[in-house]
């Protein structure tokens, strides 16, 4: 864990935005954020309008205790499921805040009569397995991820091969950084490490690239064929191995002061 506090704290370091960026919401774009993970699937004879009614009350709730973060739902699109392996859940939701808003809004959540009804709701209409992560950006068109609420994201779990330190790992993706192409489509691109309630995860972290739509997907798709894969086959030779990419649809729900 100590070393992955340190890569960490260099891997913010080398973040592509600018110094005083800021996404809604005050989450500062080169600090290291909380992301809470929620993989819910609804109960019989729950429909998606009951459970997105309460997640109203949420929005509400969190405006009245002052613990507003961006709620973010995702919804599988491209994945690498089949009948052998089926997807294990309907949707996907992030919580993104500052760490000490997250812990704020858990304590008000868990000891205020109408946070404790909320959460008793939420217990009736979905199961939800609840997980934290940590995540920064390694680029991102802040603008464009601050106005854009639906949009297509690209995941791909991968762990270090046997040897590559920290450090080693920051310096190649730093070197992405700098040799990206400013045509690519995407309009953001993170690192997202299991934290609380990780032990099952796939993979030691995971990369995140976001795209506002699928024509902006399908142009980066294009560009890996005519000759981007080069790179990945550089990372995944020598640096990392991945399990391929997924691809969700992503609807932001709700921003801080919307």
Not at 92 to 120: I, R
Not at 231 to 256: F, H, K
Request: hydrophobic share 40%.
């Amino acid at each position: 864990m100590k070393n992955l506090l340190v890569a960490l704290s260099f891997l913010f370091s080398l973040s592509a935005v600018a110094e005083t960026s800021e996404f809604t919401g005050g989450i500062e774009v080169n600090e290291p954020f909380n992301l809470q993970v929620q993989m819910c699937s609804l109960k019989d004879g729950v429909e998606q309008k009951d459970y997105d009614g309460l997640i109203q009350k949420y929005f509400d709730w969190s405006v009245k205790h002052q613990t507003e973060v961006t709620f973010v739902r995702q919804v599988p699109l491209f994945t690498h499921a089949n009948a052998n392996n089926p997807s294990r859940y309907d949707f996907v939701e992030f919580l993104a805040t500052d760490h000490a808003n997250a812990g704020v809004g858990w304590d008000k959540w868990l000891s205020t009569p109408d946070g404790q009804e909320l959460n008793e709701e939420w217990q009736q209409l979905a199961h939800c397995d609840v997980k934290m992560a940590q995540t920064f950006m390694l680029w991102a068109d802040v603008d464009q991820m601050n106005s854009d609420n639906e949009r297509m994201v690209v995941w791909n779990w991968c762990d270090r091969k046997p040897g590559i330190t920290w450090d080693q790992m920051n310096l190649r993706h730093q070197e992405m950084i700098e040799n990206r192409s400013t045509d690519r489509g995407n309009i953001g691109w993170a690192l997202f490490f299991p934290h609380f309630g990780g032990a099952l995860a796939p993979t030691e972290f995971a990369h995140i690239v976001i795209y506002p739509d699928a024509e902006s997907l399908m142009k980066d798709s294009a560009a890996f064929a005519n000759g981007g894969w080069r790179t990945q086959e550089e990372y995944l030779g020598s640096y990392a191995d991945c399990q391929g990419r997924s691809v969700n649809l992503e609807t932001i729900m709700r921003r801080p002061g919307d």
